[in-house]
């Protein structure tokens, strides 16, 4: 029992440090899409906007992990960190 306290305890520690990710990682790809979305593709432009979206969606649904997921895959095609 007391592992799932514990388990419980990390889990909604980390929530707080996830939700402030969400729009640090919107600024990035943000500023990619600015400064380089004439060397993407139609396609790849479409997919990272498209996940960008989805992303903020999330993040307003207070789904945080899932948002830091789709950012994390549009950060991705961008070549970002």
Known sequence: MT???LAAAVILAAA???AAHCPQDMA???AA???SSAELSEED???VKELR???EELHEAG????SVEELGKAME???IE
């Not at 789904?63 to 899932?66: L, P, S, T, Y």
């Open 3 to 5: 592992r799932y306290a």
């Open 16 to 18: 707080p440090v996830m």
């Open 33 to 35: 899409l600015a400064a």
């Open 28 to 30: 990035k790809i943000d």
């Open 53 to 55: 979206a989805k992303g």
């Open 63 to 66: 789904d945080h992990a899932a």
């Open 77 to 79: 095609i961008l070549g």
């Open 45 to 47: 432009l479409a997919q």
